[in-house]
Antibody, heavy 119, light 108 residues
Framework: QVQLVQSGSELKEPGASVKVSCKAS????????VSWVRQAPGQGLEWMGW????????TYVQAFRGRFVFSLDTSVSTAYLQINSLKAEDTALYYC????????????WGQGTPVTVSS | EIVLTQSPGTLSLSPGEGATLSCRAS???????LAWYQQKPGQAPRLLIY???SRATGIPDRFSGSGSGTDFALTISRLEPEDFAVYYC?????????FGQGTRLEIK
Protein backbone atom coordinates (compact mmCIF):
# COMPACT_ATOMS: atom_id res chain seq x y z
CA GLN A 1 0.00 0.00 0.00
CA VAL A 2 1.09 3.57 -0.61
CA GLN A 3 2.87 5.10 2.38
CA LEU A 4 4.77 8.30 2.99
CA VAL A 5 6.76 8.25 6.22
CA GLN A 6 8.31 11.47 7.46
CA SER A 7 11.16 12.07 9.84
CA GLY A 8 10.57 13.00 13.45
CA SER A 9 10.05 16.29 15.22
CA GLU A 10 12.76 18.93 15.19
CA LEU A 11 13.71 21.67 17.63
CA LYS A 12 16.07 24.27 16.20
CA GLU A 13 17.42 27.66 17.15
CA PRO A 14 16.78 30.73 14.97
CA GLY A 15 19.28 30.95 12.13
CA ALA A 16 19.89 27.20 11.97
CA SER A 17 18.84 24.83 9.19
CA VAL A 18 16.61 21.78 9.24
CA LYS A 19 16.07 18.96 6.75
CA VAL A 20 12.84 16.98 6.80
CA SER A 21 12.63 13.66 4.98
CA CYS A 22 9.68 11.92 3.36
CA LYS A 23 10.22 8.26 2.42
CA ALA A 24 7.77 6.79 -0.06
CA SER A 25 6.83 3.15 -0.53
CA UNK A 26 4.20 1.07 -2.27
CA UNK A 27 4.50 2.74 -5.68
CA UNK A 28 7.08 3.80 -8.25
CA UNK A 29 8.57 6.92 -6.69
CA UNK A 30 9.54 8.65 -9.92
CA UNK A 31 6.03 8.42 -11.37
CA UNK A 32 4.40 10.87 -8.97
CA UNK A 33 5.55 14.27 -7.79
CA VAL A 34 5.84 15.20 -4.12
CA SER A 35 4.15 18.28 -2.72
CA TRP A 36 4.94 20.05 0.53
CA VAL A 37 2.27 21.68 2.71
CA ARG A 38 2.71 23.79 5.83
CA GLN A 39 0.31 24.04 8.76
CA ALA A 40 1.13 26.67 11.37
CA PRO A 41 -0.06 25.97 14.93
CA GLY A 42 -3.86 26.05 15.05
CA GLN A 43 -4.03 27.25 11.46
CA GLY A 44 -5.07 25.93 8.06
CA LEU A 45 -3.12 24.36 5.24
CA GLU A 46 -0.69 26.23 2.99
CA TRP A 47 0.66 24.69 -0.21
CA MET A 48 4.39 25.35 -0.51
CA GLY A 49 5.09 23.80 -3.90
CA TRP A 50 6.21 20.50 -5.31
CA UNK A 51 9.11 18.62 -6.82
CA UNK A 52 9.06 16.58 -10.01
CA UNK A 53 10.54 13.25 -8.93
CA UNK A 54 11.38 12.34 -12.52
CA UNK A 55 13.40 15.45 -13.39
CA UNK A 56 14.20 16.81 -9.92
CA UNK A 57 12.75 20.17 -10.93
CA UNK A 58 11.21 22.02 -7.96
CA THR A 59 8.37 24.54 -8.11
CA TYR A 60 7.97 26.95 -5.20
CA VAL A 61 5.08 29.19 -4.23
CA GLN A 62 6.34 32.78 -4.08
CA ALA A 63 6.20 32.90 -0.28
CA PHE A 64 8.58 29.92 -0.09
CA ARG A 65 11.26 31.00 -2.54
CA GLY A 66 14.73 31.57 -1.14
CA ARG A 67 15.10 29.75 2.19
CA PHE A 68 13.14 26.62 1.32
CA VAL A 69 14.71 23.86 -0.77
CA PHE A 70 13.08 20.71 -2.14
CA SER A 71 15.38 17.83 -3.09
CA LEU A 72 15.35 14.11 -3.77
CA ASP A 73 17.28 10.90 -3.37
CA THR A 74 15.55 8.62 -5.83
CA SER A 75 17.81 5.69 -4.87
CA VAL A 76 15.94 5.51 -1.55
CA SER A 77 12.59 6.92 -2.76
CA THR A 78 12.91 9.92 -0.47
CA ALA A 79 12.06 13.58 -0.84
CA TYR A 80 13.50 16.28 1.37
CA LEU A 81 12.50 19.73 2.56
CA GLN A 82 15.33 21.89 3.82
CA ILE A 83 14.66 25.20 5.53
CA ASN A 84 17.62 27.53 5.95
CA SER A 85 18.04 30.55 8.23
CA LEU A 86 15.15 29.41 10.40
CA LYS A 87 12.83 32.00 11.92
CA ALA A 88 10.33 31.68 14.73
CA GLU A 89 7.51 31.99 12.21
CA ASP A 90 8.71 28.79 10.51
CA THR A 91 7.37 26.88 13.52
CA ALA A 92 4.78 24.60 11.98
CA LEU A 93 3.81 21.10 10.97
CA TYR A 94 5.22 20.22 7.56
CA TYR A 95 3.50 17.57 5.44
CA CYS A 96 4.63 15.85 2.29
CA UNK A 97 1.96 14.49 -0.03
CA UNK A 98 2.04 12.43 -3.17
CA UNK A 99 0.94 14.67 -5.99
CA UNK A 100 -1.77 12.98 -8.00
CA UNK A 101 -0.75 12.08 -11.53
CA UNK A 102 -1.05 15.22 -13.62
CA UNK A 103 -2.94 17.19 -11.00
CA UNK A 104 -1.91 19.33 -8.07
CA UNK A 105 -3.74 17.66 -5.21
CA UNK A 106 -2.38 15.24 -2.65
CA UNK A 107 -3.82 11.75 -2.77
CA UNK A 108 -1.61 10.27 -0.04
CA TRP A 109 -0.02 12.19 2.81
CA GLY A 110 2.81 11.74 5.24
CA GLN A 111 2.09 11.94 8.96
CA GLY A 112 3.66 15.39 9.26
CA THR A 113 6.88 16.62 10.85
CA PRO A 114 6.67 19.26 13.60
CA VAL A 115 9.40 21.86 13.38
CA THR A 116 9.84 24.22 16.32
CA VAL A 117 12.13 27.22 16.09
CA SER A 118 13.01 28.64 19.47
CA SER A 119 16.02 29.93 21.34
CA GLU B 1 -4.08 33.95 -6.58
CA ILE B 2 -7.50 32.43 -6.02
CA VAL B 3 -8.92 32.95 -2.53
CA LEU B 4 -11.22 30.24 -1.22
CA THR B 5 -13.75 31.15 1.46
CA GLN B 6 -15.36 28.31 3.37
CA SER B 7 -18.60 28.61 5.28
CA PRO B 8 -19.70 28.21 7.91
CA GLY B 9 -16.62 28.42 10.08
CA THR B 10 -18.14 25.92 12.50
CA LEU B 11 -21.10 23.61 11.98
CA SER B 12 -22.74 21.91 14.95
CA LEU B 13 -24.81 18.86 14.08
CA SER B 14 -25.86 15.51 15.52
CA PRO B 15 -24.96 12.06 14.22
CA GLY B 16 -27.47 10.95 11.61
CA GLU B 17 -28.08 14.47 10.33
CA GLY B 18 -26.95 15.73 6.96
CA ALA B 19 -24.27 18.39 6.47
CA THR B 20 -23.50 20.81 3.66
CA LEU B 21 -20.21 22.68 3.64
CA SER B 22 -19.59 25.53 1.23
CA CYS B 23 -16.45 26.66 -0.59
CA ARG B 24 -16.59 29.85 -2.63
CA ALA B 25 -13.78 30.99 -4.92
CA SER B 26 -12.73 34.57 -5.69
CA UNK B 27 -12.66 33.66 -9.39
CA UNK B 28 -13.75 30.73 -11.50
CA UNK B 29 -11.79 27.54 -10.93
CA UNK B 30 -10.42 26.11 -14.13
CA UNK B 31 -11.90 22.73 -15.10
CA UNK B 32 -13.57 22.57 -11.65
CA UNK B 33 -10.25 21.43 -10.23
CA LEU B 34 -11.38 21.45 -6.60
CA ALA B 35 -10.56 18.93 -3.89
CA TRP B 36 -11.91 18.35 -0.39
CA TYR B 37 -9.95 16.97 2.57
CA GLN B 38 -10.86 15.81 6.05
CA GLN B 39 -8.46 16.40 8.93
CA LYS B 40 -8.90 14.94 12.39
CA PRO B 41 -6.89 16.16 15.40
CA GLY B 42 -3.32 14.93 15.30
CA GLN B 43 -3.73 13.41 11.84
CA ALA B 44 -2.74 14.31 8.31
CA PRO B 45 -5.37 15.51 5.86
CA ARG B 46 -7.23 12.76 4.00
CA LEU B 47 -8.38 13.25 0.43
CA LEU B 48 -12.15 12.89 0.07
CA ILE B 49 -13.09 14.44 -3.27
CA TYR B 50 -11.19 15.60 -6.36
CA UNK B 51 -12.39 17.19 -9.57
CA UNK B 52 -15.23 18.73 -7.54
CA UNK B 53 -17.31 15.53 -7.48
CA SER B 54 -15.15 12.40 -7.78
CA ARG B 55 -14.74 10.38 -4.60
CA ALA B 56 -11.23 9.27 -3.72
CA THR B 57 -10.40 5.62 -3.19
CA GLY B 58 -12.11 4.12 -0.16
CA ILE B 59 -14.30 7.13 0.63
CA PRO B 60 -17.86 6.18 1.68
CA ASP B 61 -20.66 7.20 -0.64
CA ARG B 62 -22.25 9.37 2.06
CA PHE B 63 -19.64 11.95 1.01
CA SER B 64 -20.43 13.81 -2.20
CA GLY B 65 -19.08 16.90 -3.89
CA SER B 66 -20.85 19.28 -6.23
CA GLY B 67 -20.57 22.67 -7.83
CA SER B 68 -18.80 24.47 -10.63
CA GLY B 69 -17.23 27.80 -11.44
CA THR B 70 -16.94 29.63 -8.13
CA ASP B 71 -19.39 27.77 -5.88
CA PHE B 72 -18.75 24.30 -4.54
CA ALA B 73 -20.16 22.14 -1.79
CA LEU B 74 -19.32 19.03 0.18
CA THR B 75 -22.36 17.10 1.39
CA ILE B 76 -22.32 14.38 4.02
CA SER B 77 -25.65 12.61 3.85
CA ARG B 78 -25.81 10.92 7.27
CA LEU B 79 -23.20 11.94 9.78
CA GLU B 80 -21.31 9.17 11.52
CA PRO B 81 -19.38 9.87 14.74
CA GLU B 82 -16.08 9.58 12.87
CA ASP B 83 -17.09 12.38 10.45
CA PHE B 84 -16.66 15.13 13.03
CA ALA B 85 -13.46 16.85 11.93
CA VAL B 86 -12.15 19.89 10.05
CA TYR B 87 -12.76 20.01 6.30
CA TYR B 88 -10.68 21.95 3.78
CA CYS B 89 -11.23 22.72 0.13
CA UNK B 90 -8.31 23.21 -2.25
CA UNK B 91 -8.25 24.57 -5.79
CA UNK B 92 -5.59 23.25 -8.13
CA UNK B 93 -6.79 24.80 -11.38
CA UNK B 94 -4.56 27.85 -11.10
CA UNK B 95 -1.09 28.36 -9.77
CA UNK B 96 -0.47 28.68 -6.92
CA UNK B 97 -2.78 26.06 -5.54
CA UNK B 98 -4.65 27.42 -2.53
CA PHE B 99 -6.68 26.07 0.39
CA GLY B 100 -9.73 27.43 2.14
CA GLN B 101 -9.49 28.27 5.83
CA GLY B 102 -11.48 25.21 6.86
CA THR B 103 -14.88 24.34 8.34
CA ARG B 104 -15.01 22.65 11.73
CA LEU B 105 -17.79 20.08 11.97
CA GLU B 106 -18.55 19.45 15.63
CA ILE B 107 -20.98 17.28 17.53
CA LYS B 108 -24.01 19.16 18.79
Amino acid sequence: QVQLVQSGSELKEPGASVKVSCKASGYTFTTYGVSWVRQAPGQGLEWMGWINTNTGNPTYVQAFRGRFVFSLDTSVSTAYLQINSLKAEDTALYYCARKSLGYNYGDYWGQGTPVTVSS
Amino acid sequence: EIVLTQSPGTLSLSPGEGATLSCRASQSISNNYLAWYQQKPGQAPRLLIYGASSRATGIPDRFSGSGSGTDFALTISRLEPEDFAVYYCQQYGSSPSTFGQGTRLEIK
